[in-house]
């Protein structure tokens, strides 16, 4: 789950990274050298790094509550969602 908006701190750590890797890559020279071989070669370069905060884990003293097995559900599965798991080889009961 991605957070809409991090916090000033984590912000500012996201931007110190995405700086410190453009410096490592722009100042790499098995990089320079192979984007100008792909550029000599007529193609045009373009390197895009995801860079995104998920939501953050919070550790919790007490274990998650187990559902009773007389509450478990079996999924309703669609025609196509069982024509998926065969062809995965995912026996479907």
Same mark, same amino acid.
């Given at each position: 789950?991605?957070?809409?908006?991090?916090?000033?701190?984590?912000?500012?750590?996201?931007?110190i990274l995405?700086?410190?890797?453009?410096?490592?890559?722009?100042?790499?020279?098995?990089? &320079?050298? !192979?984007? !100008?071989?792909?550029?000599?070669?007529?193609?045009?370069?373009?390197?895009?790094?995801?860079?995104?905060?998920?939501?953050?884990?919070?550790?919790?003293?007490?274990?998650?509550?187990?559902?009773?097995?007389?509450? &478990?559900? !079996?999924?309703?599965?669609?025609?196509?969602d069982e024509?998926?798991?065969?062809?995965?080889?995912?026996?479907?009961?």
């Amino acid at each position: 789950m991605m957070i809409d908006r991090p916090d000033d701190a984590a912000a500012g750590l996201l931007d110190i990274l995405r700086r410190a890797i453009n410096r490592a890559v722009l100042d790499s020279s098995d990089v &320079a050298d !192979a984007m !100008a071989t792909l550029e000599n070669q007529g193609f045009e370069v373009d390197i895009a790094v995801d860079l995104s905060l998920y939501t953050r884990i919070e550790q919790s003293a007490h274990r998650p509550r187990e559902l009773a097995p007389s509450a &478990a559900v !079996a999924p309703e599965l669609t025609d196509a969602d069982e024509m998926f798991l065969k062809a995965l080889n995912i026996a479907v009961g």
